[in-house]
């Protein structure tokens, strides 16, 4: 069935499920309910909790696997988030972790 095209396995590429999960952890910050999110998070300011954490408006994501092994996924991703900074008004807005790249290098 398959190389007729009536079925189509899932997931779709090995990357799949690990841009998924990087997507959800987003997904659980814009619904307001970030508990699952927070599993997933490491480095988070003790700020970004004290109030419930900022509300995420809305968000983009570019994610690209750079590299998947049975072991473990790497990506890069790009983010564009709206952040409600009105929950969190001791936030810091400001990144203080390592230098970010430019852009996501193509090939990983």
Known sequence: MART???VGFPPD???DSVNALRQVF????CGQPSWSVRFMTGVPGAF????GPSLASFTLRPRVVSLD?????????LNAVIDLRRAPGLSTRYDGPP?????????
């Open 49 to 52: 909790w004290a109030t419930g």
């Open 5 to 7: 095209g009536i079925f």
């Open 70 to 78: 049975a072991n473990e996924a790497r990506l890069a991703f790009q």
């Open 100 to 108: 970010l790249p430019e852009e996501v290098p193509a090939g990983g």
């Open 27 to 30: 997904e659980g910050l814009q």
């Open 14 to 16: 090995p990357g799949y």
